[in-house]
Nanobody, 112 residues
Framework: VQLQASGGGFAQAGGSLRLSCKVTGSIFRTNTMGWYRHTPGKERELVAYITSNHTSTYADSVKGRFTIYRDNVRRTLYLQANSLRPEDTALYYC???????WGQGTLVTVSS
């Protein structure tokens, strides 16, 4: 099983980025998928997750700004991050929830 994350980069405060996570080697459509983020010196945070029937849950810190969604045909998980803030700067990881499979991380940097 491989999870390939992409889409990170630089953004100004108030800007947007879309993260993607392509999954291979696994039955994608039946798995709950999630995005985590980690900043040095802080605990890893579960940003959002989405179930196989597209029910999504968000951390309070991103609610109303981020949207998680999935394309089961393309076997890809997305995170649309809008109204970015400097405190959103982190390494973002996708994960197949309930398993040991993680993506490699994609860095998001937001400047003020």
């Amino acid at each position: 099983v491989q999870l390939q994350a992409s889409g990170g980069g630089f953004a100004q405060a108030g800007g947007s980025l879309r993260l993607s996570c392509k999954v291979t080697g696994s039955i994608f459509r039946t798995n709950t998928m999630g995005w985590y983020r980690h900043t040095p010196g802080k605990e890893r945070e579960l940003v959002a997750y989405i179930t196989s029937n597209h029910t999504s849950t968000y951390a309070d810190s991103v609610k109303g700004r981020f949207t998680i969604y999935r394309d089961n045909v393309r076997r890809t998980l997305y995170l649309q991050a809008n109204s970015l803030r400097p405190e959103d700067t982190a390494l973002y990881y996708c994960k197949q929830m309930g398993t040991r499979f993680w993506g490699q991380g994609t860095l998001v940097t937001v400047s003020s």
